[in-house]
């Protein structure tokens, strides 16, 4: 039966021992590169997206443009494999906190894409059915404005998050209002904006999206309510608009709000992802603090990983004497530095006692890769791979 299973997993897998080309570049040498148009890469590729994506508080959800590169490394016999995944990501419209999935998310017009690269190590044991994602680093960078202007002079001009001009602020307020006059009786106030964008239509419209949580106050008392929420968990998220009326001096406002699913807020209480985890998932992600003496152990696993932003290129380019040719996304992800590897401890996730020791190697770019990497891409645009 295991026999079995095992030649199945090779037959997916595209490449079991022989049949492999050398990696000569490549010290440890159990390193392998994968198809990035297999379907075995594609869907640990969107699992990793789904789990990175359940990990976040902020932002919005980002969906798999292509994988760049897929390394596989082959730990002892039993312990499955660790993967080296580096994925090129869109922003979808879809809000973390929505917990959508990021294949039911839609990835932004050209003029608002933000774009980026993802570097995953994920954990995969078949035979004890084990998924596991312990760390993850992204860079997400806006599609440069002066491209945007190159192709669409007409389109939105001000970067994706931009809170300078008070009229965004103004937009999220006062559509904010027009939501809660219409709310029959629960009132929100707004916890932040996440996205601002302006166009200019028969005058300057200003588009926003913002995070919104329950107001303790009730419509009796209307705006005359100072009360803060304790509570500051937000509820949904709304796009408002204020623009110039066409045939009138006022101004016209619009909003849409979308709640999120009740059951959003703790999201890593449940990993689908993980089929063997202790009774209680909050006691196996804080191992760190549990382990309080000193330990050669470079990562006591707990998920985790950053999304950072970059500003727009364009700009920098304006702003500073640097002539970078290229529009980098950077991202690191080493949780070593040695070649030869280190210990990575995931045994919380097994049930029984752990004799070996996962192998962690430093983040591999370079060497052999396969002649299917980078897969080919959801939205073939140069302007949003990176490099
Ligand atoms: C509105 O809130 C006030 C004070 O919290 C309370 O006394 C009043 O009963 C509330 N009205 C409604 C309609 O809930
Ligand atoms: C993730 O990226 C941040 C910077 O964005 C960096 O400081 C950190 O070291 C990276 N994590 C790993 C494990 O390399
Ligand atoms: C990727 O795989 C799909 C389905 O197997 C195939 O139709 C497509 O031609 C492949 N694309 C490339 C660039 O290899």
Not at 33 to 53: E, M, R
Not at 207 to 215: D, M
Not at 242 to 270: D, H, W, Y
Request: glycine share 4%; net charge neutral.
């Amino acid at each position: 039966m295991s026999v079995l299973l095992l030649l199945a997993l090779c037959t997916l897998a595209t490449g079991c021992g022989a049949s492999y080309p050398p990696q000569p570049d490549i010290n440890p040498s159990h390193l392998l590169s994968l198809d990035c148009n297999s379907s075995y890469v594609l869907d640990i590729a969107s699992d990793i997206l789904q789990d990175i994506n359940r990990d976040r508080q902020d932002g919005y959800v980002l969906s798999l443009n292509r994988v760049r590169d897929a390394r596989e490394d082959r730990q002892r016999a039993g312990l499955g494999s660790l993967l080296y995944f580096t994925l090129d990501v869109l922003e979808t419209g879809c809000h973390v906190l929505s917990r959508t999935p990021w294949k039911d998310c839609g990835v932004r017009f050209f003029h608002q894409s933000v774009y980026g690269q993802c570097k995953a190590i994920f954990y995969i044991n078949k035979e004890k059915r084990i998924f596991y994602l312990p760390a993850y680093n992204c860079t997400l960078r806006p599609v440069s404005r002066r491209v945007v202007s190159m192709t669409c002079p007409d389109c939105p001009s001000t970067s994706p998050y931009d809170l300078s001009n008070p009229r965004f602020m103004e937009t999220a307020t006062e559509s904010l209002a027009k939501h809660n006059s219409n709310s029959p009786s629960k009132q929100y106030s707004l916890v932040k904006i996440t996205k601002t964008f302006s166009q200019w239509v028969f005058g300057p419209a200003y588009f926003v999206e913002y995070l919104i949580k329950e107001s303790p106050c009730n419509k009796s008392q209307g705006s005359s309510c100072a009360l803060e929420s304790p509570d500051t968990v937000p509820v949904g998220i709304c796009e408002g608009s204020m623009s110039q009326s066409p045939n009138s001096p006022g101004k016209l406002i619009s909003v849409k709000c979308n709640f999120f699913n009740s059951q959003a807020p703790t999201p890593r209480g449940e990993n689908v992802a993980v089929n063997q985890r202790p009774a209680n998932p909050t006691e196996a992600e804080e191992p760190q603090q549990q382990n309080t003496a000193p330990t050669n152990s470079p990562t006591k696993a707990v998920l985790k990983g950053s999304v950072q932003f970059l500003p727009d290129w364009g700009k920098k380019l304006e702003d500073s004497q640097e002539k970078e040719p290229v529009e980098t996304v950077p991202v690191q992800l080493d949780l070593t530095t040695n070649p030869q590897g280190e210990p990575l401890d995931l045994s919380f996730l097994f049930l029984e006692p752990m004799k070996e020791k996962l192998v962690v190697l430093p983040f591999p770019s370079k060497g052999w890769r396969s002649a299917e990497c980078p897969g080919p891409a959801q939205k073939d645009d140069p302007r949003l791979l990176p490099p």
